[in-house]
């Protein structure tokens, strides 16, 4: 079992248990990942640049940046499992493309841009 599909069953038998699949539909969910971005950045949200790279990777900044990562990475398993994605699969997909439309040797060190 991948750690996705962990993650997906762990969410959903947390959701069955207490009824609240009634309130998961897909706007919702999309909101409460919104809501916990939302979160996760006020973390980093006044902190200068090289300090907050710093202090990211240190006790206590870095265990609220895991708890908030986490937030979005559950509801955002959940808004796969409900819309029938598999975001492992879709995930897989994106990488693949992106390693094709963005050749290493190309672009090597090279902001990717929007044109
Ligand atoms: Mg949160």
Do not use: C, N
Not at 21 to 39: M, N, T
Not at 82 to 103: C, Q, T
């Amino acid at each position: 079992m991948s750690d996705l599909e962990d993650l997906r069953l762990r969410m959903r038998a947390f959701t069955a248990e207490r009824d609240w699949e009634q309130f998961h539909d897909p706007k919702s969910l999309l909101l409460a990942i919104v809501g916990e971005v939302g979160e996760l950045s006020e973390l980093f949200q006044w902190l200068p640049s090289a300090e907050a790279q710093r202090l990211a990777t240190v006790d206590p900044l870095k265990s609220r940046v895991a708890e908030e990562m986490s937030d979005v990475l559950l509801y955002l398993v959940r808004l796969a499992d409900v819309l029938g994605i598999d975001l492992h699969a879709a995930a897989v997909a994106k990488i693949e493309a992106a390693g094709e439309r963005f050749s290493a040797v190309e672009v090597k060190g090279i902001a990717p841009t929007k044109a």
